[in-house]
C-alpha cells in the first residue's frame, strides 16, 4: 500500500505534467495539429490534463489537513503548480 509521502510525490509528479503540458500546448507549440502526431497525442492527453487540473487541487488539501499542513510539503507545491496552470490556461483566453 502507498504512503502518505509516495500518494504526495505521486500528486506533486501529476501537477508538474500537467503544467508542463499546458505551457507547452498553449505557449510553446501553438499550432498543434501542424503535424498530425501531435494532433493526435493533443487529442488523446487534454481530457486527462484537463481533469488533472480541476481534480489534484482537491486532493492536495485533503492531503494537507490529513498531514497536518506543511509549507515545505509536497501537496503545497502541488497546489501551487495547479493554480499556476488554472492561471495560464485562463490568462491565454485574453
Known sequence: MLTNKNNARAVFIL??????YWLL?????????RHAALGALYEILWLPM???????????ILQMIKTKWSAGSYQFF?????????CLILLKQY
Open 78 to 86: 502541488s497546489l501551487l503548480f495547479c493554480t499556476a496552470t488554472a
Open 50 to 60: 484537463l481533469v488533472c487540473v480541476v481534480a489534484l487541487p482537491g486532493i492536495s
Open 25 to 33: 500546448v498553449l505557449y510553446v507549440i501553438t499550432d498543434v495539429y
Open 15 to 20: 501537477s508538474v505534467l500537467a503544467f508542463t
